[in-house]
Nanobody, 118 residues
Framework: QVQLVESGGGLVQAGGSLRLSCVASERTLSSDAMGWFRQAPAKERELVAAIRWSGGRSWYADSVKGRFTIFGDNAKNTVYLQMNSLKPEDTAIYYC???????????WGQGTQVTVSS
């Protein structure tokens, strides 16, 4: 079973930046896709960015395009989410997840809180 550990959340002012990290315990065919989700209070969890270890184009939600960048470090089994130009509406718990495809996410991290003040 793949284990994921997130870090990097915190409190930042609007317009600021944060970088989230997610370390995976292993990489297998069942964990080729890596994604960052977020869940704000009283809202459903949503996928904001995804990438494949095997390559190909990454995916972004419209709400974060141009502001967030997902990238990976193969040697460290780590995926990052660089978040720039943060807005108060980006406030949420951010979760790292992995699975075989962009539509299957069986493994999840514990989440990290991101709070953007206005």
């Amino acid at each position: 079973q793949v284990q994921l550990v997130e870090s990097g959340g915190g409190l930042v002012q609007a317009g600021g930046s944060l970088r989230l990290s997610c370390v995976a315990s292993e990489r297998t065919l069942s964990s080729d896709a890596m994604g960052w989700f977020r869940q704000a209070p009283a809202k459903e969890r949503e996928l904001v960015a995804a990438i494949r270890w095997s390559g190909g184009r990454s995916w972004y939600a419209d709400s974060v395009k141009g502001r967030f960048t997902i990238f990976g470090d193969n040697a460290k089994n780590t995926v990052y989410l660089q978040m720039n130009s943060l807005k108060p509406e980006d406030t949420a718990i951010y979760y790292c997840a992995t699975g075989p495809t962009y539509s299957s996410w069986p493994y999840w991290g514990q989440g990290t809180q991101v709070t953007v003040s206005s």
